[in-house]
């Protein structure tokens, strides 16, 4: 096992009455790819948002038990909530670029926590943009809409946005479902390389893609983590019988 | 062929209900057209006789001589109309984003008949809420603040009025163009570390900006058009007003006090389809600048 980056201990967490994640223990080792796998409804994405406290914004959500960053405990933490999300960089399902042009769209995160000399600025958006293969395409419409761009180009405008803030971790939660398979397996390539640098936990449905990228699986059913293992292991000898049958296509 | 037969002929039924929806269009589009047409023809009378600059430019009002100067009515409208927006459009703009960003979901269930209910009051109770409290007030207490004796039956009491009557017209606008803001747009902002106001200020405000421009223009027509609450309380005495605590005479009052009165009165009848027509373009002219705002904007 590697060094861990996230632990999470005896978390539970309430919709209304709804138990949506019920006793979860998991740990993220750092600089891997860790896949959460699951039928659609398990609660994996809702155990992603937990992370950044994406799920507080919500007033009927309620949340107990530890999730350990670097042994900080972030659901107590006194640190702004702001501090903790600068932490991870977020990608969603869709792209949601900010209604302002592509060069602000990257400079977004660095401006409002108070980064505003110009040189600084020119030269983060585009080492940004060169991280994410964008460079080359945007370069000369920096100051366009983000809007205008293609489907797949915001989805890396919008990776570009959220490594601009230097996070530790990348959350992304089944981030190529909207994309056409080129760009698809382009931001599979791009995990690969970043993982170099950064702790990537990604959500995905999609079995072939863990298989092709995860070096850790979290296997989660009905709410509750089944199993989790190196992806060696988990693919080629799982333990539990829901993990086999849901390698073997049983459900979805 | 029988009747029954034609009757359910869907061919014909396809027709019929077609036409139906063009004569239905063609009402709605050819009334406003009239509408102009007629305001255009009865105005053209003064038109003939004087200048449009002396007519616009000019506060001289003697109807009796032939002299017809809008100016006192134009700018009393225009008064009116842009302090009520500047006292309306901050307390709209706030309260839509602490109801549709801050207060819980239940807040906006109460909230939401109750801007209905304010939006439906007939407008003639505005006038007696204004009467009874607003005129006091300025009178009493801000027209003494500021050490001048008033009335109260001013361009301010107008405006104060009137801002009341189009604050739920405008929020309701609000409301529903900060709603259609997606909320995964929100939370991306907030994953990059940005606090509930930088959200606010960069992607919410920014995102519906087009929308925000409409409301406000839309509010403002409502405004300029407003008669009987306004004409209740704006005092309606002819002379150029000089400040906010002089009573005013906006141009629909102008209509609705003097119209099938004192017809006798050569050109008189055509002076105040003049000061419709004026209305009318006014108020398109508004329509049409927060249009073009929102078209530039959405590029």
Not at chain 2, 5 to 14: P, V
Not at chain 2, 33 to 39: E, H, P, R
Not at chain 2, 129 to 134: D, K, Y
Not at chain 2, 255 to 264: D, K, P, T, V, W
Request: proline share 4%; net charge positive; aromatic share 10%.
């Amino acid at each position: 096992m590697h060094n861990s980056v996230i632990d999470i201990e005896h978390l539970n967490l309430f919709y209304g009455k709804q138990h949506i994640l019920k006793d979860i223990n998991i740990s993220i080792p750092a600089k891997r790819i860790t896949v959460i796998l699951g039928p659609s409804g398990c609660g994996k994405t809702t155990l992603l948002r937990s992370l950044n406290r994406l799920t507080e914004l919500d007033a009927s959500v309620k949340m107990s038990g530890k999730i350990l960053l670097n042994g900080q405990d972030l659901l107590s933490s006194k640190e702004d909530v702001t501090t903790i999300r600068k932490k991870m960089g977020l990608l969603a399902q869709r792209p949601y670029p900010l209604p302002m042009s592509i060069y602000n769209n990257v400079a977004y995160g660095l401006r409002i926590s108070g980064r505003r000399k110009k040189k600084f600025l020119n030269n983060r958006v585009e080492y940004y943009l060169r991280q994410t293969n964008l460079w080359e395409e945007v370069k000369d419409r920096l100051r366009e809409p983000a809007a205008t761009l293609s489907i797949g180009q915001q989805q890396r405008l919008c990776l570009a946005r959220g490594l601009a803030v230097d996070p530790q971790i990348i959350l992304a939660d089944e981030p190529t479902s909207a994309l056409d398979p080129h760009s698809s397996r382009m931001i599979e390539e791009k995990f690969a390389e970043l993982k170099n640098n950064y702790t990537i936990v990604l959500v995905t449905h999609i079995l072939r893609q863990a298989r092709n990228i995860a070096d850790h699986v979290i296997f989660m059913y009905m709410g509750q983590v089944v199993e989790q293992a190196d992806a060696r292991d988990f693919f080629e000898n799982p333990q539990e019988q829901r993990t086999k049958a849901y390698l073997q296509g049983q459900f979805y | 062929m029988n009747w029954l037969k034609i009757f359910y002929n869907r061919k014909l039924r396809n027709k019929i209900h077609h036409s139906w929806m063009w004569i239905s269009l063609g009402i709605v589009f050819v009334l406003p057209m009239s509408l102009f047409i007629g305001l255009m023809w009865k105005s053209a009378i003064l038109l003939n006789q004087q200048s449009v600059f002396d007519l616009l430019f000019s506060s001289e009002w003697k109807p009796m001589a032939g002299k017809f100067g809008y100016l006192t009515f134009i700018v009393s409208s225009v008064w009116v109309t842009m302090i009520a927006l500047l006292i309306a459009g901050p307390v709209c703009l706030l309260t839509a984003i602490h109801l549709t960003q801050y207060a819980k979901s239940w807040v906006l269930k109460i909230m939401a008949p109750v801007i209905d209910i304010l939006a439906g009051l007939p407008s003639v109770i505005f006038g007696v809420w204004g009467i009874l409290f607003v005129i006091p007030l300025l009178a009493n207490h801000i027209g003494p603040f500021f050490g001048k004796s008033v009335s109260g039956y001013s361009i301010l009491a107008g405006a104060i009025v009137l801002s009341i009557m189009i604050i739920p017209f405008i929020l309701n606008i609000l409301i529903e163009i900060f709603q259609t803001v997606p909320k995964e747009l929100s939370e991306a902002s907030l994953a990059l570390g940005a606090t509930r106001w930088q959200t606010i200020k960069f992607v919410l405000l920014k995102k519906s900006s087009a929308g925000i421009v409409s409301a406000f223009g839309l509010g403002m027509s409502r405004a300029f058009g407003e008669t009987i609450a306004v004409l209740m309380v704006v005092g309606n005495v002819v002379h150029l007003p000089s400040g906010v605590f002089q009573p005013g005479y906006p141009l629909p009052s102008l209509i609705a006090n003097n119209y099938g009165e004192m017809l006798s009165i050569p050109m008189y009848d055509s002076a105040l389809m003049f000061s419709a027509l004026l209305l009318f373009v006014i108020v398109l002219i508004f329509n049409a600048i927060s249009r073009l705002i929102i078209l530039r904007s959405s590029h």
